[in-house]
């Protein structure tokens, strides 16, 4: 379902904001004054207890203040001062004191006989030598000189999330993860912005290095390791042509050498309905909306049209007579609740994992059953996954990482747009328990008709995954690797319909086919010397797609008992068939250099040739270049305050790849290629050219930079990065329209420019770290500027300016999403003077250049634009024992005229008619003299500018959108079970 915000004013988002950080800090400081006391009462019941004091420091010996000295297995401890000195008093000579610190790896020490004990921690580095996926390999994270950030889907793990997509909703800064209507539906991604108007706007999805065309809904979420995006043109150069959009590396579980087998089972079950409790008019509201729709009549003119007219009746109305009927029998049908149900998903994922000295292996098996919101709305989802690793020798590995996913999509749900219309006054059936096929007596269909389908709708996926990875003997980090990658997919879509084909009957079959192939030769040289670290990469490969396409339909059946499993029966039969395939050639070259963990620097080239592409521009080249320095490793920033700074700044080119076939003459049979040859002859099936080519078709490039800072504060208590980028889209691809006298429509070509500007921010600190009790929070931030730079570059108006393309909603130094449209004030009164053809309650249209006339061309401004403004934030974890609570809050604000959208609940009522037979929603509240001051205008009264006018608001919000408690069992529990761990929690989810 729709997400309702509930909060739209820009200043009132900013005070919840800020309200719930304060709440954060107030309820954080109760619960360390509650752990402060307790320590407390320890020390005092212990006073007569032995005492132990010391100093705690660093490697280099400098004092660490705040370090926690805790009596472990109690609350018993104290905090380092200033200088680093602590004392406590402790139960008795066999306890042991755990020193822990934010940033450094935890001691413990038994106490014994000792009174003075000294304690040096070290530094955890691990944060700085995380590994992470940077695709054709990996990279320390201190080595990063692009835009690379690696997803936190560890805390939303417990989150009812059906798609791995969703537990990037607002966590990622750069990142805009749309939401979904269905429970197929696949979340719009956008990765900085959109940058092309033609061209292809999907992510590129890598699955354990390979291209996977899928959708992220066929992967299961518990099986996924990590999620890295690549952002910027430098860290997205090495896949070339298809990178434009952002690349999305998703990483799977694998299992580990030497360990022995583990089983794991993770299962849930969630249920959810909308955050608004939606209402359908019903009988007496219904019939209020028909006066107020009659109102010229059903109300007097004396009155103002405020009182009622008794003279007027319900059958002086406009409905239908199925209504009348149903009026005066009383009917009261809520429709709503019977085509809609409380959501369910049940999930459940098996697991085992393990290894011996040569071989390691994960294998998987997930269940998710997703009932939505809409009867009929069904989703069904099995998988299996198998990761196999394999060392042959000391020199040669191979592995694979296979899965097979099964898809049932099977089921029609109503429409909801069908549901919200029909009327409460009549009935799904008639008296002999038949549905009524056009119960309004309209156009309009029984929306209780999809659910009687015969439909099927399912689809396998097969993925294996193929390598070997050689150590090249004798010649110390050269390696080589090749993988070969495997993608099927059948897919099946079958119905029948005893209303469909103008109620004599219908059914159809459509098979499916698409088969992926991918080959990557992959050579890596490693080397340290002294100071010097070098690491070079070097790729040639290719990948194929092709797909086809079988479907056969009937219309015309004496009976459907066999339903869609016998087409022949029909009376009309028809075939279609379709096909298509393309090719990508490409290599890469990446080169990675580090001095003394100071200096570091990265350059990629890789060229890429795609069948799509015309024969002058096959292939392109895209380079990039990055460059990194760590301030903090400078012997003139030893300052310990600052555990880490690095500055970064990038270069590189990113290409899109044309819509299939764009650059050629397409030549189509049937249809209008039909012809006759010779009097009295048959038609023939004939031939044409539908489509222009193009030979002059270039790549759409996009170069860009990006300008980063990495920074850990306070042994690292606090760490983050902040990002400014600002890449432009050259040669946009774009169909041109043609003159008719051409014979074309259009032609694909390059044009304009494109510019997204941007900045970032990231943020992570543990304001509290006790031995019980901690507290974790992230805040990201994200803004974007969208803006077109140029177009067809003419003049045709003569003021020295560059046409914008207004008939495509194009202007010059606005955002893609810019609304161009009527600015209205208001709606207009019955005792009004108006303007001709606007009548009492449309939208009062303001008249921009004041002639007296409302006309397109004059009074049509720019009202602001549909993109955001910026996007926040806020992740709070707090784990007190085994306790631990998440919550994540998610906002996206308009700005001053940022994040509008129509909202217009009264379209398709073009006649009193349509509106008066059509049911809403108890919110709509629409204008009547009644009601003068209503948000929308009467739904069907007519204005000049009626199907333009329209009331743009902003969809600002905050909203609590991920939440979860969770208990882990302690380790001796879960042993006496038969468990190595065990964990109970509760989440939810708003959206």
């Given at each position: 379902m729709e997400c309702y915000e509930f909060l739209r004013d820009h200043s009132k988002c900013t005070q919840a904001l800020i309200l719930i950080m304060l709440l954060n800090m107030v309820a954080v400081g109760f619960a360390q004054a509650e752990l402060t006391t307790a320590g407390q009462s320890a020390l005092e019941k212990n006073a007569q207890n032995q005492s132990v004091s010391g100093k705690v420091t660093d490697t280099d010996g400098a004092a660490l203040p705040g370090v926690n000295v805790i009596e472990k297995g109690t609350a018993n401890g104290t905090i380092t001062d200033m200088d680093g000195n602590y004392s406590v008093r402790i139960s008795s000579e066999n306890v042991i004191l755990v020193y822990s610190y934010v940033g450094y790896i935890s001691k413990e020490i038994l106490v014994g006989t000792q009174t003075v004990i000294d304690v040096s921690l070290e530094a955890d580095i691990t944060s700085l030598s995380e590994v992470i996926v940077v695709g054709y390999g990996t990279m320390k994270k201190s080595d990063l000189t692009g835009s690379t950030v690696s997803a936190d889907i560890e805390s939303f793990r417990e989150s009812p999330n059906v798609n791995i997509m969703q537990s990037l909703q607002g966590s990622v800064p750069g990142v805009t993860i749309g939401q979904t209507n269905t429970t197929t539906g696949e979340p719009s991604i956008e990765v900085r912005g959109v940058s092309t108007l033609n061209g292809n706007n999907d992510v590129l999805i890598i699955v354990d290095g390979f291209i996977f065309s899928g959708r992220f809904g066929d992967i299961n979420p518990a099986d996924v390791k990590s999620v890295e995006i690549l952002k910027d043109a430098s860290s997205k150069a090495i896949y070339g042509a298809q990178a434009a959009n952002g690349v999305i590396l998703v990483t799977t579980k694998s299992g580990n050498y030497k360990r022995k087998p583990t089983f794991t089972y993770s299962g849930s079950v969630a249920t959810s309905s909308p955050t608004v409790n939606a209402n359908l008019l019903r009988r007496d509201q219904f019939l209020q909306k028909v006066r107020d729709l009659e109102w010229i009549d059903s109300y007097t003119v004396e009155s103002g049209y405020t009182e009622e007219n008794p003279a007027w009746d319900i059958y002086s109305s406009d409905m239908t007579p199925p209504l009348v009927r149903g009026f005066e029998d009383g009917s009261d049908f809520d429709w709503y609740d019977q085509l809609t149900r409380p959501a369910l998903i049940t999930s459940h994922t098996f697991g085992a994992t393990g290894g011996s000295d040569e071989i390691k292996y994960y294998l998987s098996a997930g269940y998710t059953d997703n009932k939505g919101f809409i009867k009929g709305d069904d989703y069904t989802r099995w998988t299996i996954r198998l990761s196999l690793d394999a060392k042959l020798s000391n020199w040669l590995t191979i592995g694979t990482n296979s899965s097979y996913t099964f898809t049932d999509f099977s089921g029609d749900a109503p429409n909801i747009n069908q549901i919200v219309r029909t009327s409460p006054l009549v009935e799904p059936y008639d008296q002999d328990g038949n549905l009524i096929i056009n119960p309004v007596g309209d156009v309009n269909t029984n929306p209780l008709l999809p659910i009687t389908n015969d439909d099927l709708e399912k689809r396998n996926r097969f993925v294996g995954n193929f390598y070997a990875l050689a150590n090249i003997p004798g010649v110390d980090g050269l390696t080589y690797r090749i993988n070969f990658g495997n993608n099927l997919v059948f897919s099946r879509s079958f119905g029948s319909s005893i209303y469909g084909g103008g109620q004599t009957g219908s059914a159809f079959k459509n098979n499916a086919y698409q088969f992926e192939q991918t080959l990557d030769n992959i050579v890596n040289y490693t080397k340290e010397f002294g100071p010097h670290s070098v690491n070079a990469t070097f790729v040639y490969g290719w990948n194929t797609a092709e797909y086809e396409r079988t479907s056969s339909t009937g219309e015309g059946y004496s009976d459907l008992d066999l339903s869609y499993n016998n087409l022949a029966l029909a009376e009309n039969q028809r075939i279609q068939s379709s096909a298509w395939d393309e090719s990508l050639l490409y290599q890469m070259a990446r080169v990675a250099y580090n001095y003394e963990n100071r200096y570091i620097f990265t350059a990629t080239v890789r060229r890429d040739g795609y069948s799509a592409f015309s024969a002058n521009n096959k292939s392109a080249i895209f380079p990039s270049i990055g460059l990194g320095w760590a301030i903090s490793e400078e012997p003139f920033m030893a300052m310990p305050q600052i555990s880490y700074l690095k500055?970064?700044?990038?270069?590189?080119?990113?290409?899109?790849?044309?819509?299939?076939?764009?650059?050629?003459?397409?030549?189509?049979?049937?249809?209008?290629?039909?012809?006759?040859?010779?009097?009295?002859?048959?038609?023939?099936?004939?031939?044409?050219?539908?489509?222009?080519?193009?030979?002059?078709?270039?790549?759409?490039?996009?170069?860009?930079?990006?300008?980063?800072?990495?920074?850990?504060?306070?042994?690292?208590?606090?760490?983050?990065?902040?990002?400014?980028?600002?890449?432009?889209?050259?040669?946009?691809?774009?169909?041109?329209?043609?003159?008719?006298?051409?014979?074309?429509?259009?032609?694909?070509?390059?044009?304009?420019?494109?510019?997204?500007?941007?900045?970032?921010?990231?943020?992570?600190?543990?304001?509290?770290?006790?031995?019980?009790?901690?507290?974790?929070?992230?805040?990201?931030?994200?803004?974007?500027?969208?803006?077109?730079?140029?177009?067809?570059?003419?003049?045709?108006?003569?003021?020295?300016?560059?046409?914008?393309?207004?008939?495509?909603?194009?202007?010059?130094?606005?955002?893609?999403?810019?609304?161009?449209?009527?600015?209205?004030?208001?709606?207009?009164?019955?005792?009004?003077?108006?303007?001709?053809?606007?009548?009492?309650?449309?939208?009062?249209?303001?008249?921009?250049?004041?002639?007296?006339?409302?006309?397109?061309?004059?009074?049509?401004?720019?009202?602001?634009?549909?993109?955001?403004?910026?996007?926040?934030?806020?992740?709070?974890?707090?784990?007190?024992?085994?306790?631990?609570?998440?919550?994540?809050?998610?906002?996206?604000?308009?700005?001053?005229?940022?994040?509008?959208?129509?909202?217009?609940?009264?379209?398709?009522?073009?006649?009193?008619?349509?509106?008066?037979?059509?049911?809403?929603?108890?919110?709509?509240?629409?204008?009547?003299?009644?009601?003068?001051?209503?948000?929308?205008?009467?739904?069907?009264?007519?204005?000049?500018?009626?199907?333009?006018?329209?009331?743009?608001?902003?969809?600002?919000?905050?909203?609590?959108?991920?939440?979860?408690?969770?208990?882990?069992?302690?380790?001796?529990?879960?042993?006496?079970?038969?468990?190595?761990?065990?964990?109970?929690?509760?989440?939810?989810?708003?959206?």
């Open positions: 500055l970064r700044a990038s270069y590189g080119e990113n290409g899109n790849r044309a819509l299939r076939y764009s650059s050629l003459a397409v030549v189509e049979a049937g249809g209008g290629s039909n012809y006759v040859f010779g009097d009295g002859s048959a038609t023939s099936v004939g031939r044409s050219v539908s489509s222009l080519e193009n030979k002059d078709l270039k790549w759409e490039k996009t170069l860009g930079y990006n300008f980063g800072l990495d920074f850990s504060l306070f042994n690292d208590r606090i760490s983050g990065n902040v990002e400014y980028y600002d890449s432009r889209t050259r040669d946009l691809l774009w169909t041109q329209a043609l003159p008719e006298l051409s014979g074309f429509r259009n032609i694909t070509t390059n044009l304009g420019e494109l510019q997204n500007r941007g900045f970032e921010m990231f943020i992570k600190g543990t304001p509290v770290a006790n031995t019980n009790f901690t507290w974790d929070i992230s805040v990201s931030y994200y803004k974007n500027n969208n803006k077109v730079v140029s177009l067809l570059g003419e003049d045709l108006d003569g003021d020295g300016k560059e046409d914008d393309l207004i008939g495509s909603n194009l202007f010059i130094g606005e955002s893609i999403g810019t609304i161009y449209s009527y600015q209205t004030d208001g709606l207009w009164q019955v005792n009004e003077e108006r303007p001709d053809g606007f009548e009492p309650g449309s939208y009062r249209v303001i008249d921009q250049n004041n002639d007296g006339q409302i006309s397109p061309e004059n009074d049509r401004i720019i009202l602001g634009r549909r993109e955001p403004a910026f996007q926040l934030g806020i992740q709070n974890t707090l784990t007190y024992k085994q306790f631990s609570f998440r919550f994540f809050i998610n906002s996206i604000q308009g700005g001053k005229d940022g994040y509008l959208r129509e909202n217009h609940a009264d379209g398709g009522y073009n006649t009193k008619g349509n509106a008066t037979n059509a049911n809403w929603f108890d919110f709509y509240n629409y204008w009547s003299p009644v009601r003068p001051d209503a948000e929308y205008s009467n739904p069907w009264v007519g204005s000049p500018v009626s199907g333009s006018a329209r009331r743009f608001v902003q969809r600002n919000f905050v909203r609590l959108q991920d939440i979860s408690l969770s208990y882990s069992f302690k380790d001796d529990l879960a042993q006496r079970l038969g468990l190595g761990s065990l964990k109970l929690f509760v989440s939810g989810k708003t959206c």
